[in-house]
């Protein structure tokens, strides 16, 4: 055991632990505070390679004979804490826990804008967690140029996270404040937009050529997208669906049109 650790039992009143706590319930204290909290190696290697800003480690004796070393040459400054494995499952957000936690630094906000030509998705009200981290990384995994997000669920919940594998620390994101003006700006760039409605009268998604890239909306999971928005667009698509069928997965309507993007782009 490095000599600068500190081995914290049950109930110690330590600041770090409580800190995690904190920012793994609430997003109020998140951005508060610029501090998100991550759970498994995995997770937490994919961040420091990428270059998130740890502020602190915290480990069970188990994950530090497993993962210390890596640890300690990977992020050698990064201030360590030992915790007991009923500590851990105290704080643990998952069944299955690693025993191996983190207090990071929230990435810096991206200087991203719709340009011309760019293949780009807009995610409007999104609420479910699961479902955003999703998006993230299949738009990662499919060379989306950006993602843009109005009023979504935080992109710091530990679900988040979890489902966005790591990709949230590498793609390109921004938080908007103004749909309409996203809409406003694309057209000054001749960027075309295309609403993704659930609509037999719509066009078929892999009718659209979005050879000269495109900004993707995908709306709320039970509500879609608000008739003005989708009114306000250039282009309303839908996927064509089998008879008695009634909507998709918002993450997978959002995939198919990121993997139709991707694809025609490329042909």
């Known amino acids: ?31 508060k505070h610029g501090l998100f909290a991550m759970e498994g190696s995995r997770l937490i290697f994919d961040a420091l390679s990428s270059g998130v800003t740890l502020r602190a480690v915290m480990l069970t004796a188990h994950a530090e004979a497993a993962l210390g070393q890596q640890l300690r040459e ?45 293949r780009a998705v807009l995610l409007h009200s999104m609420q479910d967690p699961a479902n955003l981290g999703a998006v993230l990384r299949t738009a990662e995994a499919l060379g989306t140029d ?7 669920v935080d992109l710091y919940n530990p679900k988040t996270l979890r489902s966005s594998m790591g990709a949230l620390f590498r793609l390109p994101v921004r ?27 719509a066009q078929a998604l892999q009718q659209f050529d979005f050879s ?12 879609g997208l608000p008739r003005g928005i989708s009114d306000a667009c250039t282009h309303r698509l839908t996927i064509p669906m089998a008879a008695g069928s009634n909507s998709l997965n918002a993450a997978m309507a959002a995939g198919l ?11």
Not at 212 to 223: C, D, F, P, T
Not at 257 to 267: D, I, Y
Request: some cysteine; charged content about 25%.
């Open 74 to 118: 990977t992020a050698p400054r990064v201030r360590t804490l030992l915790l007991s494995d009923r500590l851990a499952d105290e704080i643990a957000d998952t069944e299955s826990a690693q025993g191996i936690f983190a207090v990071a630094e929230m990435c810096p906000e991206r200087a991203l804008r719709p340009e011309k030509g760019m």
């Open 1 to 31: 055991m490095p000599q600068n650790d500190q081995f914290l039992q049950p109930g110690t009143a330590n600041q770090t632990v409580r800190t995690f706590k904190q920012l793994n319930r609430s997003r109020t204290f998140r951005e």
């Open 175 to 201: 938080r908007i404040a103004d749909a309409e003006q996203f809409l406003r700006d694309c057209e000054t760039v001749s960027l075309p937009t295309c609403a993704a409605v659930v609509d037999r009268d």
């Open 212 to 223: 000269g890239g495109a900004a993707v909306l995908i709306g709320n999971e039970g509500n």
């Open 257 to 267: 049109f990121l993997w139709e993007m991707q694809r025609n782009t490329r042909e």
């Open 146 to 152: 950006g993602v843009f997000l109005y009023q979504c």
